[in-house]
Nanobody, 114 residues
Framework: QVQLVESGGGSVEPGGSLRLSCAAS????????MGWYRQAPGKQRELVAT???????NYSDSVKGRFTISRDNAKNTVDLQMNNLKPDDTAVYYC????????WGRGTQVTVSS
């Protein structure tokens, strides 16, 4: 069974940066799409960014120009570099990978506050 483990969350002041990482354990032949989603208190989970095996990226409008998603196909890892963080970015961030099935990580908290 594939498990996803996120790391890199934490607390930061507005304007600061954080880098999230997610690693998949287990045997996966090919991961088609890797992505990050987030869920703020009282809100639905929403897409942050995705990246295909070919490197095509997609970002939500709220993070375009501030966040960068990247992946290492050999290591089955996906990272999210978050710059110029805002209080509205506060949420639990979840890693997602779609292969023959789909897996989610348990989430990592990101808090942006002064």
């Amino acid at each position: 069974q594939v498990q996803l483990v996120e790391s890199g969350g934490g607390s930061v002041e507005p304007g600061g940066s954080l880098r999230l990482s997610c690693a998949a354990s287990g045997t996966i032949f090919r991961i088609y799409v890797m992505g990050w989603y987030r869920q703020a208190p009282g809100k639905q989970r929403e897409l942050v960014a995705t990246i295909t095996s070919g490197g095509t990226t997609n970002y939500s409008d709220s993070v375009k120009g501030r966040f960068t998603i990247s992946r290492d196909n050999a290591k089955n890892t996906v990272d999210l570099q978050m710059n110029n963080l805002k209080p509205d970015d506060t949420a639990v961030y979840y890693c997602n990978m779609r292969y023959s099935l789909e897996s989610w990580g348990r989430g990592t908290q990101v808090t942006v506050s002064s």
